[in-house]
Nanobody, 118 residues
Framework: QVHLVESGGGLVQAGGSLTLSCAAS????????MAWYRQAPGKQRELVAA???????NYAGSVKGRFTISMNNADYTVYLQMNNLKPEDTAVYYC????????????WGQGTQVTVSS
C-alpha cells in the first residue's frame, strides 16, 4: 500500500507562485511515474503534469511554460512549481502515482486546495 501526502496549497493572487509537494510512503511498492491532476468545481478531473522515473514529462496545454514538474526518484517525492498563476488554475490538486506507466495511476493523494484570486 502506498500513501501519498500533498502539501503546499493555499491562496495566492493572480501572477503569483506556489509549489506543491507530494511524498510517497509505504512498503513493497513500485512507482514508475507520478503526476498532478486537478479538479475545479463542476468540472472533471484533468491531468496537469506527469513525469516518469526516466524524467519524461507531459503537460496540459493550459499550463505549459508556467508549471514545472519534478521528481526525486530516491524517495518518490514529486513537486509542481506553479508560476504566473491564473484564477482558472483554482482547483483541488491531486497527486497520483503509477506502478505501470501505461495503466495510469493506481495511487492517489487526498488533494490540496489551490485558490488564485484575481
Amino acid at each position: 500500500q502506498v500513501h501519498l501526502v500533498e502539501s503546499g496549497g493555499g491562496l495566492v493572487q493572480a501572477g503569483g507562485s506556489l509549489t506543491l509537494s507530494c511524498a510517497a510512503s509505504g512498503s513493497d511498492f513500485s512507482i514508475n511515474a507520478m503526476a498532478w491532476y486537478r479538479q475545479a468545481p463542476g468540472k472533471q478531473r484533468e491531468l496537469v503534469a506527469a513525469i516518469t522515473k526516466l524524467k519524461n514529462t507531459n503537460y496540459a496545454g493550459s499550463v505549459k511554460g508556467r508549471f514545472t514538474i519534478s521528481m526525486n526518484n530516491a524517495d518518490y517525492t514529486v513537486y509542481l512549481q506553479m508560476n504566473n498563476l491564473k484564477p482558472e488554475d483554482t482547483a483541488v490538486y491531486y497527486c497520483a502515482a503509477a506502478s505501470v506507466v501505461a495503466q495510469g495511476p493506481n495511487y492517489w493523494g487526498q488533494g490540496t486546495q489551490v485558490t488564485v484570486s484575481s
